[in-house]
């Protein structure tokens, strides 16, 4: 069983600044790439910033300059630091990781349960 679970989501002024965290845990062999996606209600999920392994970053248009994603490979955790956030409704981000669970063939993607962020205005 592998699991992510995210924290750090809530209600913030805009201006402001909020850290997301997921944390991957279970029968992990090794994670690939981790990222974050979010959604508003009515409109479909899109993508934040993702990280591989190794490598460089990739944010979505949107957010490059104002978020920064990380991750710490020895805690299976993966970060968003969002600053300069513009107001907006709820959504939910999500973070996502493709991994190779232990005993498992090949990689596989999974998914958290996601952690509502609100920018007040």
């Known amino acids: 069983q592998v699991q992510l679970v995210e924290s750090g989501g809530g209600l913030v002024q805009a201006g402001g600044s909020l850290r997301l965290s997921c944390k991957a845990s279970?029968?992990?062999?090794?994670?690939?790439?981790m990222g974050w996606y979010r959604q508003a209600p009515g409109k479909q999920r899109e993508l934040v910033a993702t990280?591989?392994?190794?490598?460089?970053?990739n944010y979505a248009d949107s957010v490059k300059g104002r978020f920064t994603i990380a991750r710490d490979n020895a805690k299976n955790t993966v970060y968003l630091q969002m600053s300069s956030l513009k107001p907006a409704g709820p959504a939910v981000y999500s973070c996502?990781?493709?991994?190779?669970?232990?005993?498992?063939?090949?990689?596989?993607?999974?998914w958290g349960q996601g952690t509502q962020v609100t920018v007040s205005s």
């Open positions: 996502t990781a493709l991994l190779s669970a232990t005993g498992a063939v090949g990689a596989q993607g999974y």
């Open positions: 279970g029968r992990i062999f090794s994670i690939y790439t």
């Open positions: 990280i591989p392994s190794g490598g460089s970053t």
